[in-house]
């Protein structure tokens, strides 16, 4: 297998998923499978030099805005904002937890995240209109929304779509996670969604395609955001896999929901280490 130029960033991926699932135990609760198809795709974004943002200066005026429309993927955001030093990583241990800011699903009064989000087809929306006040303001930050694809089954991301085209809205990145399965069942058993690409190329948007725990390919695409020559909003159809990382969850419906117990924990944290790395977050001890 060809080694990656994005090795570091692997390594950070890693460590996310780890940390997710030390979050998920010490809660009792979490969305483990969700977070860990996105999670890739949050560490380019984030760590791969590609949003413009400062955990140092949160608000900075002409921020990208980062919207996680799939909200309940959120332990992975929050494990990268915290890696950053946008708040103290022992703040994770309280996840889903009686006084917490970190909920289960996305919420803004986290330092670093821009919207609520969770109910589904609610980020793209919010993200369409973002984009739109920026080009109202002459503003050059970009605007880019993580959909899951079982999300896009809600009527109101193609009303979105419609939104962004009408507005041509180039500002506007739409990537979704196309881990090809939903909270019980895959998306083509509950309502099929091929052609996807079809689809938005239908609605006006430029579409492109990414395997989204590839690095190689993501980056120098994320990249390109900001110097598109397209008046066109655009669609990054990324395919992954729900539970990347730990066997016994890819590709299994029920692991949207479930988190590990008795000897699945130690399996899967054997499957997550691999290599070493200094982790700045310690395995659940919290006795249930």
Known sequence: MKKS???????????VRQTVLEM???AGAGHVAPAYSCTDILVALYQGGVLRVDPKNPKMKGRDMFILSKGQSCAAQYAILADMGYFPVSELNTYCQKGSKLGGH????????EAFTG?????????????LAAKMDKKDFVTVVLVGDGELQEGSNWEAAMFASQHKLNNLIVIVDRNKLQAIDFTEEAMGLEPLRGKFEAFGFDVKEVNGHSYDEMI????????????????????????????FMENKAIWHFRIPVGDEVEKARKELHGDEYEAKFC??????
Do not use: Q, Y
């Open 5 to 15: 130029k994005f090795a570091d960033l692997e390594k950070k991926a890693r460590w």
């Open 283 to 288: 395995k659940c001890t919290k006795k249930k």
């Open 24 to 26: 998920a135990l010490c």
């Open 106 to 113: 996305s919420e803004s009064n986290v330092v670093g995240v």
């Open 220 to 247: 120098p695409l994320f990249k390109t955001f900001r110097n598109r020559k397209s008046s066109k909003p655009l669609c990054i159809i990324a395919n992954t896999t729900k539970g990347k990382g730990v066997s």
């Open 119 to 131: 109910s589904l087809g609610h980020g793209f929306p919010i993200g369409a209109g973002m984009a």
